[in-house]
């Protein structure tokens, strides 16, 4: 039976290996965001809506589309700087790691 990263014909050459093990990586990584994305994109959505729709109808007031518009703007504002938060921590955490190896 063959192995999921291999070749049909035999093993293949290490280099071929890890380079399907690194773009098999960028892909779950590539889904993951995307899914992330959708995830926070959705969040937003509820929580706007039921702040700035107290009333539903056929269509929006200008009203609910300005707080809407402004309350996605928020929440896309705050986890982008949560976001750069992370990604700088977790960036010092490796660079430190890799200091004291």
Known sequence: MS?????????????D???RKEAMMNAVRQEMAIQNAQELM???????????VT?????LTSSEETCLSRCL???LEAFTMVSKAYTARIG???DARLASQ
């Open 42 to 52: 959705n969040k937003a959505n509820e929580r706007c809506f039921a702040k700035c």
């Open 17 to 19: 290996m890890a380079a």
């Open 92 to 94: 010092r955490e490796r």
């Open 73 to 75: 703007d928020r929440y």
């Open 3 to 15: 192995s999921f990263l291999s070749s049909t014909t035999g093993a293949a050459p290490p280099q």
């Open 55 to 59: 009333k539903p109808s056929g269509s």
